[in-house]
């Protein structure tokens, strides 16, 4: 027995007693006999995964039952195998259960009734009504059920066959040609926040909000939304106690899903300057937001599982580090890669090894996959797919007459150009990580061309050379952009890189860089996510603020218009090159004034094309005002808010300094949910999602001086 006391909720307890029951009911469709209804490539793996997920977070429950229809299943998603089950479970469930169901397929609009249909294997989308399962008969069936927890997941909208960089949405195949499906999402939110108030003990999460789709990921192996479900559900959204509520799940499902998708574009604009500076016109496509949606009314806890005893399903992260140089300035690196960056790494020289093994050490690296450590994947195909590797390499380089140059490492062992792109083609790694850190040298560009894989494969290639009077300049830069940056988000090279450019173009080191990849985000640092949403103690505000204590920086005021940042864009790409974009981003996003932005724009270029540029973005930005931003886009009608709409932008500008752009929808979901939520409710509940707890207070000191 369970007993009941700190840090165990009443719901825990019946739970985890047997007092309770939960009650799990998981479908999902990939294949569909109406060829009207195109097919789907992951719905029945994120079924099937999820359901993995599920019976790990409920070991310890006695008392569970667990129904899953999908397309690999022993019983195929037919509609009156799904009725029968809904129906079975409604007249069995008791008061003190829970009842979670999920659905990952399809979500049809019915034009004539403007009803909103889950579509099963057998559906029929011109006879809807008979053939499909209808949101508005799922939750009467579900309101007949004495059972007062319950939860409904739905992903639907779902965008069809993705792939990184391009795609199609949800489609209806007529003949040859091909048509978007009526978009459900409006009414299946309506449907459902009339449920919602009609019980306090209802929730409901949607993949994404209105005029959205779901995306599906080929390096997810699943939709977006589920993956991190299934993530939250295997620990990740546990909170101090171990605890996964309905609640923690959403939080981390919200973030996780934002972060992701903002770092796969980040990555595709470096791609897509890399392919405009060499004059290529196919451009990848940028995804358009998802946000998942929570539609509950009342406030209280819905437990889904305990976080289990051993979990790890990170992918695998491997690195060697070559210090060639004989100094120990890699050595912080080491740490910060093994600690934060979550590589098994390996440090060159070795006191048992010689030199001459460390060709050896490369090829293991690039080569190995630690499958059988792990216990999570069964092949040493499918672990490669799995695994970022990570080399780091510090020594001298020589050029020689016949074009072949050579990396000269500890005790004058030599490494070719060509051996190390051989290696790298060899590699079935999915994603490399390459940085030559080479003092002194002057054909890196070189290098950098010479290792470049096929454009498909994620690939990453950093190279500098610091001064010969300041050999560890480079290294020490790479160290301050991993320390300083956000562990719980984590860093992709995309961001890493716009970083480097900026330090280092302040110091005169040129950069030399090359991103490829249709597989994935490519992360240097892949973020502390298990602690992002934990229920720590909230910071309290001291009784009285000390006037030194409000004297802290403030977030920048000045905002670019479209279409100065346009121009500006295209000014810096003329001179500085295909990352012109990110150096903009990154920099208007920290000054107040047109000036600061060029003075700060202006160190990135080399001397001699400085003043060209400092006239001409003079004169595009003296040609018309920036005007500020009045309303937040998202920003629901103030008519039905209880707080000020200045507070509400307010609140949305100090948020965005500690967690970015994201702060427009963290501020919109609470005041979607909670409309007359006090203002000081409302603070403290945007503290919550700051995972750095001095953040946290800093934003409550501000908005409460």
Known sequence: MCPLGVGTSRSTYTLKTGEAKLWVFLVGVNQYQDDSLSSLRYSATDCQGLGEALSKATQGFPRKEVII??????????????????????????LQDTILFYFSGHGVLDPKTQQAFLCLADTQKDNLVATGLGLQELLQMLGESYAYQ???CLDTCHSGDMRLGGGRGAVEIQGNSISPLLNPTPQLMHVLRQRAAQSKGFCALLSCDQGQQSWE??????????????????????????????????????????????????????????????????????????????????????????????????????????????SETLLTLNQILSETGGFNLEYWPQPAKAWSEVRGAIQACLRRSNASERGSLTS?????????????????????????????????????????RQELYRSGIAKQIVVLD?????????????????????????????????????????????VAANSQVGLPVAAWIAKLRTILGRK???????????????????????????????????????????????????????????????????????????????????????????????????????????QQAISLLESSTAQPQTESSLMPSSKHLAIDASMLRQCERELAYFVGPIASFLVHEVLESHPQISLTELVKTLAADIPDPQKALKFLQRLQS
């Open 69 to 94: 229809y999908h397309d690999f299943a022993a019983q195929p998603p037919m509609l009156e195998t799904v009725r029968a089950s809904l129906q079975r479970i409604v007249s069995e469930a008791q």
């Open 150 to 152: 319950q939860l409904i």
């Open 217 to 326: 990921f080929p390096e997810l192996g699943h939709g977006v939304f589920t993956y991190y479900l299934m993530q939250g559900l295997l620990g990740e959204a546990a909170d101090s106690q171990g605890v996964i509520d309905a609640d923690g799940l959403y939080k981390y499902v919200y973030r996780q899903t934002l972060e992701y998708i903002q770092k796969t574009n980040q990555q595709l604009r470096l791609i897509n300057q890399q392919k405009r500076s060499r004059g290529e016109t196919h451009l990848y496509a940028e995804y358009p937001l998802q946000t998942p949606k929570r539609i509950v009314e009342g406030v209280g806890e819905l437990i889904l599982g305990i976080k289990p005893a051993i979990t790890d399903s990170r992918p695998l992260r491997q690195a060697i580090l070559v210090e060639g140089l004989g």
């Open 380 to 420: 040493s195909s499918e672990a490669e797919e799995k695994v970022t590797a990570l080399l780091y390499l510090r020594g001298e380089v020589e050029e020689i007459e016949d074009g072949e140059a050579w990396l000269i490492l500890g005790q004058k062992v030599r490494i070719s150009r060509s051996w190390l």
């Open 438 to 482: 080479c003092p002194g040298a002057s054909s890196l560009s070189n290098w950098v061309e010479e290792l470049q894989l096929d454009s498909g494969q994620g690939q990453c290639l950093i190279a500098a050379a610091a001064p010969v009077e300041e050999p560890e300049l480079f290294s020490q830069v790479l160290q301050n952009t991993l």
């Open 508 to 614: 005169d080191i040129p950069l030399h860089t090359w991103l490829s990849g249709t597989q994935g985000v490519i992360e240097i640092l892949p973020g502390k996510i298990a602690s992002v949403f934990q229920d720590s103690p909230q910071p309290e505000l001291p009784s009285e603020i000390a006037p030194a204590m409000t004297m802290v920086e403030t977030p920048p005021a000045f905002i670019l218009s479209s279409k100065q940042s346009s121009h500006l864009e295209q000014l810096l790409i003329a001179l500085a090159g295909p990352i012109a974009s990110t150096f903009l981003q990154e920099v208007s996003a920290q000054v107040s004034s047109s000036q600061e932005l060029i003075n700060r724009l202006v160190i990135l270029l080399p001397q001699h094309q400085r003043s060209q540029f400092e």
